[in-house]
Structure formats: C-alpha cells, structure tokens
T-cell receptor, first 113, second 114 residues
Framework: EAGVTQFPSHSVIEKGQTVTLRCDPI?????LYWYRRVMGKEIKFLLH????????ESGMPNNRFLAERTGGTYSTLKVQPAELEDSGVYFC???????????FGPGTRLTVL | AQSVTQLGSHVSVSEGALVLLRCNYS??????LFWYVQYPNQGLQLLLK??????LVKGINGFEAEFKKSETSFHLTKPSAHMSDAAEYFC????????????FGTGTRLTIIP
C-alpha cells in the first residue's frame, strides 16, 4: 500500500506570504497528525485529526496556522501570513484505529525568507 | 508533562563497532517508548517500541533497546554497525500507545566510519 505522502517536498516563500501544505494519509487511516521540526530542535506535535474532527490542537503555535481535513481524507495546513520562525520541516503521520503505530510522511521543508 | 533527552546530537562509530544511542525520558505516568529512524529524503520509520511486558525490546535491522525504569532510560543499541545504519534516530514517548501525540527528543545523527 502507498505510504503517507506530502506535497510539496520543499517550499520557499517570503515573509508575509501564504503557504498551504498537503498531506495524504494511508488509505483507511482515520487518525492524522501534524508535527513540526524547527532546525536543530525536537519534532513537536501540532495537532491530531480523527476523521474530519480535530481531536487535539494543543500544539498549534498561533492563529496564523489553520489545519483542515475535509471529508476525513487528505489534510491541509495553511500558514497565513508566514513568519521567519515558521521555517522548518512539517511532518504528517497517519494511523489506523487505536493501538497501532503512526506512519510518517517524508515531510515538507518550509523556508520563510 | 513528558520530555525526552537524547545525549549527543552526533555520534560516529566505525563499521562493525557497537552502536549506542542514549535516551532518557521524563513522564508522570508509565510511558510508552519508541525509537524512530529517518533515512535521507524519507519519513520517520518505527524501529521498535516498548509498551508493556519484557523490558528488552528487539526491533528491525538488528537494533534493540532496554527499558530501565529506575534509570528512566531507553537506550538503543546494535552490536555491529553497518554502513546502511547511517541516519538520524529519534527517541519518543507517549502516555499511551497509539492514541496520543508523541513527544520527541532532538534526534541523534549517526555516522558510520568505513
């Protein structure tokens, strides 16, 4: 089966612009997670969807970040307007049901200039 | 709150030598512990996990880790390093398996010297 895919793999934008990251989970996985790694630091949790509902969004840094998962399939993470400190690698992960591992995508490297 | 500390952001070992990557955690509840590996241009891949039961856990590619509650540690080892082990390794903790967000350490980049 296909793994978790993320698009784009890289994005370079100017401060103040908008960027939308996309994650396609493994088919049938109702749990979807977003994480972020700022350079040199730990990977940090952003939020967790169960189907189309936000189960936990305690890690979202501020209201410039908006995550959606319409229809409970793919998810988007929009950053508007982007700031320099938003640069990093954004990972998506998906999981089927409970008590199963999270499968991670390759990440999107976002650079804000 | 939970936290993970990985000692050594970079570790180099010779091919054939022992690999030891250190991980200490802090958790207010019995933890679920994980090691993930990231190869270049790939996503994180689960190496092994500790949930309950036997404290010595075997994973893929010859890696294993031992949960030591008294030392709050979950160090990753491999008896003999291979060139293909060069990657970045992440230790993570969760308050319960599968259902909660993962808290990661800062990662350790492993270099294998020919």
């Amino acid at each position: 089966e296909a793994g978790v895919t993320q698009f784009p793999s890289h994005s370079v934008i100017e401060k103040g612009q908008t960027v939308t990251l996309r994650c396609d989970p493994i088919s049938g996985h109702d749990n979807l997670y977003w994480y972020r790694r700022v350079m040199g630091k730990e990977i940090k949790f952003l939020l967790h969807f169960v189907k189309e509902s936000k189960q936990d969004e305690s890690g979202m840094p501020n209201n410039r970040f908006l995550a959606e998962r319409t229809g409970g399939t793919y998810s988007t993470l929009k950053v508007q307007p982007a700031e320099l400190e938003d640069s990093g690698v954004y990972f998506c992960a998906s999981r089927r049901g409970q008590f199963n591992e999270q499968f991670f995508g390759p990440g999107t490297r976002l650079t804000v200039l | 709150a939970q936290s993970v500390t990985q000692l050594g952001s970079h570790v180099s070992v010779s091919e054939g030598a022992l690999v030891l990557l250190r991980c200490n955690y802090s958790s207010s509840v019995p933890p679920y512990l994980f090691w993930y590996v990231q190869y270049p241009n790939q996503g994180l891949q689960l190496l092994l996990k500790y949930t309950t039961g036997a404290t010595l856990v075997k994973g893929i590619n010859g890696f294993e880790a031992e949960f030591k509650k008294s030392e709050t540690s979950f160090h990753l080892t491999k008896p003999s390093a291979h060139m293909s082990d060069a990657a970045e390794y992440f230790c993570a903790v969760s308050p319960n398996f599968g259902n909660e967000k993962l808290t990661f350490g800062t990662g350790t980049r492993l270099t294998i010297i020919p």
